[in-house]
């Protein structure tokens, strides 16, 4: 069965500054080429691409594969988000969402926007900061588990998406903890 992975661009207006736009545009080819990086990986999954300001609108991909050109305006709505999301998870498979933004919208609406998604089932929202001046507080309040992945780590977020791994994860405080998880014979190495 297809599962289909939603990739939301930030259009709004404070893209169009220190070349997020162009950065957002060549993490959108990045992430169509995968597909064709790794056909058995990527076999059961369908890439759409949308644009995020006032409203969600479809970004087509051009014939020759290619990512069209990014326009920056206006400001980003957090109910048009909302709206979004519950309007995808209507279909049987959980939403697989992966949201590209500077963070730069309004802070009010944020706890209303996780209301409205926590009733979403299986949401798997991922969460890229774009720029240098990225507001990683308002995007951590965005993601599942407050996870934001940086633009050099793109591939990690789609990998996140694709292996279903979305949690926080803390370091083991004492050697026993580590060595609980370690198989038997495996633990004799921790003694020597």
């Known amino acids: 069965m297809k599962k289909f992975l939603y990739v939301l661009i930030d259009t ?8 997020k736009a162009h950065l957002q545009r060549n ?37 020759n594969g290619d990512i069209p050109t990014l326009n920056p305006q206006s400001t980003s709505d957090l109910s048009s988000l909302k709206e979004f999301l519950c309007s995808i998870s ?14 730069n919208f309004s802070s009010t609406n944020i706890t209303e926007f996780k209301h ?9 929202l991922r969460i890229v900061a774009i720029g240098p001046d990225a507001d990683m507080l308002k995007l951590k309040k965005l993601s599942t588990y407050e996870n934001v992945y940086l633009a050099e780590n793109i591939s ?37």
């Open 156 to 192: 990690a977020a789609v990998n996140s998406i694709f292996i279903g791994i979305d949690e926080k994860i803390a370091a083991p405080k004492f050697v026993n903890q580590i060595k609980m998880i370690l198989p038997p014979d495996a633990q004799d190495d921790w003694n020597d």
């Open 12 to 19: 709004s207006g404070s893209m169009v500054e220190m070349g």
């Open 27 to 63: 993490l959108c080819r990045f992430i169509s080429q995968l597909p064709f990086i790794d056909e058995q990986k990527y076999a059961n999954f369908e890439i759409h691409f949308f644009q995020w300001n006032t409203s969600i609108r479809k970004l087509f991909v051009q014939d």
């Open 90 to 103: 209507n279909h049987s498979q959980p939403p697989c969402v992966l949201l590209l933004s500077d963070g």
């Open 116 to 124: 409205g998604v926590g009733s979403i089932p299986n949401l798997i």
